[in-house]
Structures are given as structure tokens and as C-alpha cells.
């Protein structure tokens, strides 16, 4: 089931059905039973004799044969009821849709606008509206009630299963417990530890949540640009990117259609959208950073606030008086946001206006529940630029920023480098953690060499898994295409693969207590030479069984006891019954049928015997098997 | 220039020209003017204006314009002469080649036979043969010089360069030297930290250097096995993997022919070449082994010892008292050499043969200069299984035979794992530095996670990187077929690359002095929008310009000062220039054309009226490009 529905060209098409062997399964919280919380419930096969596997899913309804997924309708807006059952909140007529907000656009290149139009809602005065409100005043939401329950992977209550108390970790500080509570993760919404990016006008979203103490995030970036790619592209990628384990999307879009392709991604996301406003704006004023002003990015941020974006980059770390300090880099400055507002600075020679306006952000960001993600405009674009001056400066400024956003009530997380050699990579985590409050951080990699264009998804899963470890909440991915163009569908495949392994290796060595049961349960199947249970409890099963069938594409090789590595006629799996029943010897020599009245040494002599007699018939012909392969 | 020579069926078609803007060079050690050490020197752009980057090269003749490659008659053996030239060794008729060395292969599955026949040499008793025994007499060998030269990578004396005294690092306890002699070569390799893996016989080869005081190696394994492959393949995988960086390479060829194909390799073969000589044993004994004895295996060394193998994994530290710990694994014992031990020691009741032979194992692989990779069969196969009691055990067994083998003057390092989770990594690298007296420690990834059949070379990357970080002077290859089939070219090479990552990434967080070169000659190109430079001073040019000409397909976007990330209209890079212009006004008004008499505060306006008429007008029109990009 891997189905690119509606080939129709005036709207996107994209990739629905369940992953190989898998079941959409739904966790119902005891605290909410009105809530459905998707698992995908990975089916094993009946040899395996242990129960199916749930693991998160951020696939939204696009794996659930229940829903007919309609992308020029949007997916149901379930949340809606959530927000205004809490009140607090007015609908209203929102602001008009304006020609530059898809960049004047002529009508020949005009993307074709989404078709439903909602009334966008907003907070009133007085009332709790973000989740850090809510959390503060000791008020447990629908939110939070749901990621926990999504944290817990299918597991009811604590230790239920006992593999879960063996992981072990060195966390660093991190406290994940052994179960998720609402309640614990209220209170770490509430100390600014974790975030739920949920835009009072995301209707559509899946809630999730980010923090240090709970399952390490990833995020995918999608957007098109002035050079290439097109609305349906973009949301073909958001679906893809969710269906390999996207947890978050960024759209970073720039040129034209900037409106309309956000627009369509967000009706179709049920995964947190994230986006960079300074790009928007910069399109308003014909691309030229001079001409940038508070009032046009404050229209901005109302256009994306009242359209349910949930999360912003904010480059307001981007200081007047740093600016000098990137000057003696090789790289200079390489965020396109801190490039913007540096030039703006200079020009000008005032200090950014989103820092002299940062009040009025958070105020206009408290009101839809929109988070900050703090932008390192600074960040090193080289190692040679790593955990410079400039860089740090930022870091500095942008911990005083965190807390005046949590004073307004606005969630937070920080955005962290970029490029880092390994050595250098935990004074950023620990500089964050002491920064910002230990607000959730949020790197892009960090790549550790800049030596591998066309690589840079693995110089940078290597210190994403490193950064995860030490206490990263989310990594951005970085594809195969960074520095040399923008990511096709293959590249966000990669990424997200690449990724979901950085952050999964980081739960694993922080002592997640849930992480190592899918890594045993893959070991188990491997061991088994459960082949089929391999691939399907991998991250990719597509790929994994592709590469198995290369070498052994018969049916009848999927339970066969050896594999084309050592071939047929000699496998050291099958060893180990050997060491097992040795082992048995060892400890109760009746219980391998042998004479209870003989010596441990006798025993192990007649298991010897029995050894040798076996010789080679157990395995199977190597020449067969490779002549029978020649015939297909 | 990337030819697959000899299209002819009965030999071997291989890859030979230079990588994309490339030139061999030969640097001339003081020490012996005679020796001609190979490195490939990355022309860049007369834009560039700085010099063109040499660096190492592991490619061989391949890669050489000069030389013609006939694979039927296998690369020249210079080093025979340094061998004969030091004495001690005699020239003898060898062993003659049995029907069994090829597993009793029948005349229609046969390969074809290597032309050349040379006769070997061995060390004659009472004389100095291999590379620590001279070192440990305070001579410096041919060796010893080539490598020294070798790992400068072209800098003719300490510190030329300015940058690579900035180099930092954590080396932990690693003592990487400014600049490395053929003295300090002797003396690492005289304690036994680092060894040169280079049987006398094997004269085709341009030596190497293995040990954590020098650039972390990587080693690609290849071999057929009973199901798939051929001796073609094989030899034109040693060339493509030498091709991408690898530094050795092992055969661990099983089924028939086995031979035959290691002759083809080794004749051909510049680098290192590896073998696991149970495996050929155990096709002696038609796969069985039980039927393994002391005997054949030695027979089998010795066969492999008089065709030129550089370094055998020997699994001797799989002792029969330890196999019993393996019995409630999760993966049991993944190891097939350590499995075939297991199975011979359960078998017959009795310690291993390679532990009780292990003396005269020692005396055999003197007199050819074989060096000992001590093998890790008990290595774990999952993460639940990492870091064990039988795990370790061996480790300290093999400890034990590093002094036993040091004794006997061979040269030894030690294999490691396999499966580790990120926080277990560190402690393999103390455990293996404080139980083996320092020898080099070799490891498989580890693979820090099991969740991705399919993308092993990436989980494993991961944990090779900290590894070589932490002081793992060799990297085995993990490829993206691991635990689902044999490798083919392309997997290769993705290996090869994945790991040329790690160990990169490995050398400068070490703080290797001249690591970072590379990574700011990239850096410098990129800032620069030299894409051709940036290309060629990759990895892999050819995957970097062919992923940069997906959306830039023009020449002429080669020299374009915008990538299609951001598009024409706005460069973050650009931004820099003005940054420095607005630096140099706060240090010195004058130097950017304005009055002296003015005040710091009036040069800054003066620049910013200077920012404002530039306005956008710098930047090419967004529109133009696109269309551009469609007519092609």
C-alpha cells in the first residue's frame, strides 16, 4: 500500500497507505477518553511468539484506511473544539489576503488558492490562551494529556513491561522518567522546559511536545525557492517527510506563492508547521533588506499567526553590536534571517528592530499560542567558525530574550550551529541549558566536517546524535542536497531516515526507558532469522527488504536460516543453540536429556558426541542455493 | 578521466584515472630520495588564490597517468629491492597450491588463474624481519620513512603552515606530533602503539601507518561468498574502494575459489590487504568445524603468508571458558570466526587451538612480517548485548597475546566492536588502551543503534566517529547492505565515503594539526561561491556536482554568486562583504574612503547612505534564472 492518490493536476498528490505490515492503532488516555492517540502497531510475525510492536507515529490520518484523505479539503480541524471548549478565544473576520503576501504574483505564475477559508481565532485579554499559561495556573490540557499518552508508545502504566526498567544511559542531567504523566508534562511546560508548538488556528494538528525529557524530535525543512519546486511538490514533501517520522515541518518558502503553498500545507499538516517570517517580509519589500520595517513584519507575523503556524524563527539575537564580531569569519554570516536583519542593522545603523519590538512579538505571539524558536543568526557556517565570540554573544542575548517571552507567557525553544568539529559540540548544550533556563534546544545537526558535500545528512547525523545525547530536544535534518540545492523527495526520505536514527541513538544512550524495545525486538528477528519482522520493525522497510532481495528475492529466503553474507552452508546464528544447550550442560545436565547420574564432564562429552554427528548435514547446499538464485 | 579498463571477460575490468581536478605528485623524503610517496594534489580555481591542496592519497597506481594498468600482470613490486636490500630473508620454492585452496572447486566453477608466478621470501632465523623488531634495534626502515612522509600530507616541515598550529582539540591522551618524522614512526611503532601492516611478500605495496598518533584509517571489507560474486567483481572493488579512501582492505572471501581470488587481489592491490584465515580453513574441511585442526589451520597461514597477506584476524581470545557467558545473549555470538572457534571448542571439549598455538602462530607470522589483528569473535551483536561479561573477557585474553606476540616481535592490533550504544563507546576505547598496552585498536562501526537494516553505514558512522575521536586508530567499513547482503560497487563506495566522514571528523575534534586544512580550503570556496573548488575539494566531486547541476545545470552557474537555496535575489553570503567594510569603519574610517576628521558615528552613516543606494540592484533577477534553468 504505498498510493500516490489523485494524479489530478490541480491539486496535490500524495503518499497514502500503512507502512509494510503495520496497523493504525489509537491509545485512549484514562484522563480524556474522548481522545484517540495514534500508534502504528508494527505486526510481527507468529513465529516470533511476542506480542506486535507500537511505535510513535507522526503520520497522521494519511496511514489510516478509515479517512479519505481529500487534500484540496484539508484534514478534519478536531482541535477547533479543544480550544473553544477552554473559551477564552473570539473568532473574527482576519486580516485580507494581500497581493504581496504571495509576493505580487501574476496571475500566469499564480499558485491556485486553497479552497476552504476558515475564520481564524485569537485570544482575548485576560484569559489563559498558550499552554505555558495554562500549565503555570496548574491547568492540565487536551494537549498535554495527548502527548503524554503519544510519549508512552502503547505502554498503560509504569514498568509494564520489565525490559523498560533495564535501560541504563548517562542522561547528562536529563530526567526522563520512566512513565509520562499529564501531569509531568505540565509541570515541565511549565519550569520552560518543553514546549507544545499548537497554534490556537493549527485545528488540524496532532499535538507533540519538545523538551530534553521526553523522546528526542526531529524536523524536516520543505519550502520552495525562487529557483525551484512548485505548491504541490511542497505538499507531496510535508506528507512524505510525516510518513518517515517528520515530527515537526519547517516552510521555509521564498519567492512567490509564499501564502498559498503555507496555506496548504497547514490544512494538510497534522504536525507542528514552523516558519521564518523575516523571508516573507523580505518578499514584500522586493527582496531588499534596507527597506524591511516593523509595521510590514508585524503584518506578517498577524498573517501567519491568524493562518496556524506554530512555531516561528525569530532572529532577534541578531544584534546591532555583534555584527562586527562575524567579521573576521571565514564563513561570515550564513542564516539568511541573520543576514537580513545584519544588513538592515548596518544600513540603517539602529539595532534590530526585533529586538528594540520584542515585547510587542510576544504580545501579538501569546494571543494564538504561537512558540518561539529563538534564531541563531549567528551561527557558524564553517568548523573554522564554530563557538566563536559572535556566536555566543547571540546565545547570550537570546537567554535574556527566553526569559522576557516567558514573562509574556510565550512557550520557547532556542535554535542552535550548524557546523561544530565533535570536540566542541557539548559546551553548546551546556552553554544553552545554562542561557536559556534549560528552554528546549533545537540544532540543525551540527555538521562535524565540511569536507563531505553531497554526505552533509551524515557529517551532521553524527553530531546531531551527539548534541541529542546531550540533551538536544529536537534536530533539524540536514539532506544530501545541503549546500548544493534544495531537497527532492528521495533527499527528505534520506534525512528523516537519517535523522530518526541520530535521535533514536540519543534516547538510547540518554537511558530513554522505552528506546531499546524496538532495538531488541529487531535483534530478536535477526537472530530468529525472522527476515520479514527485520525489515518491518527497521525504519525503512521498503529499502531494507529491497537490499535483501538483490542477493535472495525467493519467498522461500525470507525464512531461510542463513543469508547471503556467510551463505548457506555455515551461519554463526546457529552456533549459539550450541552454546545455549553447552551452557545447560554447565548448569543441569538432565535438562539436555543426558544421564543425571553422570559428571558435568560426562555430560559435555556426550554433548560433543552429538556435535560431531550433526557435522554439516544441518546446513544446506551453498551450490543450490546460488543455482537456484541463477534460474529466476 | 573515469575509465573501466579491458572490457575483456578474462580479466578484471577496473577504474583508473584521476579524481576530478586532480594531479599525483610524488614528495621526496629527505631521508631516502629514492622513495616516491604518493599524493593527490586538488587544483583549484586561479579565483582561489591561494595554493592548490595536497592530499592523501590511497589510490595507487590507478590513479597515476603515467602508469599502464594490466591487471594479468599485477602492479610493479618495488618494494621487493627494500626488503632484499636489509637481508635476512631467503627466497624459496613455497608451497604448492592444493586443490582444497580453492575448495576442491571442479574445472567449470573454476576461476582463472593469476599469470605470474613469484616465488616467496621468508626471514631467516636469528635475523631482524618485521618492522617492530627493527624499531626496537633503533633502525629506521624504507617503511617507516614512506609512511612518515606519507602522513604529512604533503607539508615538508613543522608547522609551513600557519594554520595548522591553530588546530585544538580533546586528543585523550592521543599525542598527535606538529609534524611527524621517521623517527617518531620508529619509536611509536618500537612501543607497540602503532604497527605497519606489510608482509615481506607483498611488494606491491605503498606502505601505511596504523596507530591513534596518526590520520584515522579505514578499512573496506569485499569477498565473495558461496551465493553470490565473482573474482572480477572483487578485484574491481579493491580498486573502487582504494579509489574513495580506503586505506586496507580485506578479503573475507568464503566458498570456492578462494585463492585464486586473493592472488588477483594481492597482486593488484597497493594497500594492505586483510584476511580472516579460518575461513579458507574452514572450506578445507567442507564447512565443517569440528573438523578443524591445528594442522590445516597452520598449513592455511602459511599458504596465506607466502602469497603476501599483510594482517590475519586471529581469534584466539575465544577461549572455551568463555563461551558459556554468550548463552543468554540477546544475538548470541555474531563473530563467524568466533563462532566457528565457539563451535570447535564446544565441539571437542578443548581450548581453542589458536590459544594453545598461539606461540607458534607467533613464530610462523615473524618470518613473513604478518601482523596480528587480534580478533573480537565475541563482540556483540546487538545493543543489548554490547559491553558484556564475555565480551570483555576476551578482551582481556587478548591483552594478554598483544605482550605474547610483542614478545615474539610481530607486530599486533586488536579488533573491536560491533554494536555499542553511544554511552558505552568510551569505555571499549579505555578498556582496549589499558588491556593491550596501547596497540592500535580496530573497530566494526559500532553501529549505535539496531533500528535501520539498510542504513547501517549511517548508525554506525555515527559510533565510528566518536571512536576515532576517543583514540580507534582504524574504522571498518559498515555499508548500507550490512545484515542484509553482500555489498556491490555502489555500496562501496557509499561505505567507503561514510567512513572517510568519521575518521575526518574523528581527526580534528583530536586535534590533528593538519586536519583542518582541508575543511577551511572548502569553507574559504564555498564563502567564495567557487563551486567547482568546493566540488573538487570534496569527497566525492562527482556526487556534489552532480547533486549542485540538478537545478543549476549551467556552466555558467558555476561562477554565480547565489546557489538555488536562497536563489538570485538575496545571498547571505553576500552580506559579509558589508560587514567587513562596516568592521573596518569601527577600527579605521580611512580605509574605507571616508574623511579621518570624522568621528567613528560619522563614517557609520556614511556607510550606511553607501548600503541604502546599492540597494537591491546587486542582485540578478530571480525570474530571468528560473526561466534560463527551463529552456535547457
Known sequence: MNIRSNPDTTRPAVTTGLLPSSRKIFSTPDAAPDLRVPLREIILSEAAGEPNLPVYDTSGPYTDPSVTIDVNAGLSRNRLAWVKERGGVEEYAGREIKPEDNGNVGASHAAKAFTAHHKPIRGLDGHKITQLEFARAGIITKEMIYVAERENLGRKKQLERAEAALADGESFGAEVPAFITPEFVRSEIARGRAIIPSNINHAELEPMIIGRNFLTKINANIGNSAVTSSVEEEVDKMVWAIRWGADTVMDLSTGRNIHTTREWILRNSPVPIGTVPIYQALEKCEGDPVKLTWELYKDTLIEQCEQGVDYFTIHAGVRLPYIHLTANRVTGIVSRGGSIMAKWCLAHHKESFLYTHFDEICDLMRKYDVSFSLGDGLRPGSIADANDRAQFAELETLGELTKIAWDKGCQVMIEGPGHVPMHKIKIN????????????????????????????????????????????????????????????????????????????????????????????????????????????????????????????????????????????????????????????????????????????????????????????????????????????
Not at 525489515?535 to 529466503?557: M, Q, R, V, W, Y
Open 429 to 632: 548544550m551546556d552553554k544553552q541549558l545554562k542561557e536559556c533556563g534549560e528552554a528546549p534546544f533545537y540544532t540543525l545537526g551540527p555538521l562535524t566536517t565540511d569536507i563531505a558535500p553531497g554526505y552533509d545528512h551524515i557529517t551532521s547525523g553524527i553530531g546531531a546524535a551527539m548534541i541529542g545525547w546531550f540533551g538536544c530536544a529536537m534536530l533539524c535534518y540536514v539532506t544530501p542536497k545541503e549546500h548544493l540545492g534544495l531537497p527532492d523527495r528521495n533527499d527528505v526520505k534520506t534525512g528523516v531516515i537519517t535523522y530518526k536514527i541520530a535521535a533514536h541513538a540519543s534516547d538510547l544512550a540518554k537511558g530513554h526507558p522505552a528506546a531499546q524495545l524496538r532495538d531488541d525486538a529487531l535483534s530478536r528477528a535477526r537472530f530468529d532469522f525472522r527476515w520479514t519482522d527485520q525489515f518491518n520493525l527497521g525504519l525503512d522497510p521498503d529499502t531494507a527488504k529491497s537490499f535483501h532481495d538483490e542477493t535472495l528475492p525467493k519467498e522461500a529466503h525470507k525464512v531461510a536460516h542463513f543469508c547471503s553474507m556467510c551463505g548457506p552452508k555455515f551461519c554463526s546464528m546457529k552456533i549459539t543453540q550450541d552454546v545455549r544447550d553447552y551452557a545447560a550442560t554447565l548448569n543441569d545436565p538432565a535438562s539436555v536429556g543426558m544421564s543425571v547420574s553422570g559428571t558435568i564432564e560426562d555430560g559435555m562429552k556426550q554433548m560433543s558426541e552429538k556435535f560431531k554427528e550433526m557435522g554439516s548435514s544441518v546446513y544446506l547446499d551453498a551450490e543450490k542455493v546460488k543455482e537456484s538464485n541463477r534460474v529466476l
